[in-house]
């Protein structure tokens, strides 16, 4: 089956650091996404990881461990505008980007 | 725009009334995908097309829902006899295709069966 695990719910403070964790097990691998989702709004973009390691950009970071079904997403330097969900999505189909999202998980940053 | 876009924006509907959505996808765009979000939960895959391939449909969860396309523009989402568990958010988004390739998200319809 597809599975694709995420904390619901997450809270920090202005200017620190937060780390989103996702876990996954699906039928086949071909890539995984970070979303970011502001209430009532779209899911934007944020990461594409395909092979382990760690991409970083700007604020955002994100790890891919391919063995250990795992990647996390790095927010430093919050700030108040970064409180929304972060959808974690794998691709698990290699004809065409068929995406397995979580639940997301809502971050909720405080003064 | 340069975005994706879908209309409406809302639709509130009685049990039993079909509703057609609509979808734009970014121009040049040859792949284009319908999600489902239902409240609290993530996004569910619907359906997707590539430019004049048969599409993938093996996300709709049942004959009351269809979709199509018209080579690589405007796409419709029907559902006839809408049912209660039918209300969430739909979401369209659109690729150039290829399955490394970033899809780009539309607002999405809000469906209220009521």
């Known amino acids: 089956g597809q599975n694709i695990d995420q904390p619901t719910e997450m809270t920090a403070t202005e200017g620190a650091i937060v780390q989103i964790n996702c876990t996954y097990q699906t039928s086949g691998f071909n890539g995984l996404f970070w979303y970011q989702q502001h209430a009532g709004e779209a899911p934007t973009f944020l990461s594409y990881?395909?092979?382990?390691g760690l991409e970083e950009k700007g604020r955002f970071s994100s790890f891919l461990s391919r063995s250990k079904g795992y990647s996390y997403l790095l927010l430093k330097e919050l700030q108040m505008k970064d409180s929304a969900s972060y959808l974690c999505?794998?691709?698990?189909?290699?004809?065409?980007?068929?995406?397995?999202f979580g639940t997301g998980t809502r971050l909720l940053v405080s003064p | 725009g340069a975005g994706v876009s879908q209309s409406p924006s809302n639709k509130v509907t009685e049990k039993g009334k079909d509703v057609e959505l609509r979808c734009d996808p970014i121009s040049g765009h040859t792949a284009l995908y319908w999600y489902r979000q239902r409240l609290g939960q993530g996004l569910e895959f619907l359906i997707y097309?590539?430019?004049?391939?048969?599409?993938?449909k093996s996300g709709l969860p049942s004959d009351r829902f269809s979709a199509e396309r018209t080579g690589e523009s405007v796409s419709t989402l029907t559902i006839q006899r809408t049912q209660q568990e039918d209300s969430a958010v739909y979401l369209c988004?659109?690729?150039?295709?290829?399955?490394?390739?970033?899809?780009?998200f539309g607002p999405g319809t809000r469906l209220l069966v009521l």
């Open positions: 988004a659109s690729s150039r295709g290829g399955n490394q390739e970033t899809q780009y």
């Open positions: 999505a794998v691709s698990s189909n290699t004809g065409f980007q068929k995406l397995v």
């Open positions: 990881n395909v092979l382990d």
């Open positions: 097309f590539q430019g004049n391939s048969a599409p993938d």
